[in-house]
């Protein structure tokens, strides 16, 4: 699966940054859906952990660079 990712990222070019747009606008619908401050936080700490994960585990001299990438930038914004 992270192969086929990898080459839809490679193929896709510029094309790839609108959809930080599109995490960015189901952040604010996550903000406006969550009941608590305790969902929040939970929630911030997942994309947290996702952008660590991916940090961690796909190294920037491994396989999957625009996986990385991407996985990174949707967790930060």
């Known amino acids: ?23 960015f606008a189901l952040g604010i619908a996550a903000w406006f859906n969550m009941a608590n401050v305790h969902q929040w936080l939970a929630f911030l700490a997942v994309m947290g952990a996702l952008g660590i994960g991916a940090t961690v585990l796909l190294r920037e001299d491994g396989h999957f660079p625009y996986v990385r990438q991407a996985v990174i930038s949707i967790a930060l914004v």
Request: glycine share 4%.
């Open 1 to 23: 699966m992270l192969v086929r990712l990898e080459h839809f990222l490679d193929r896709a070019g510029f094309d790839r940054a609108p959809w930080l747009s599109v995490a």
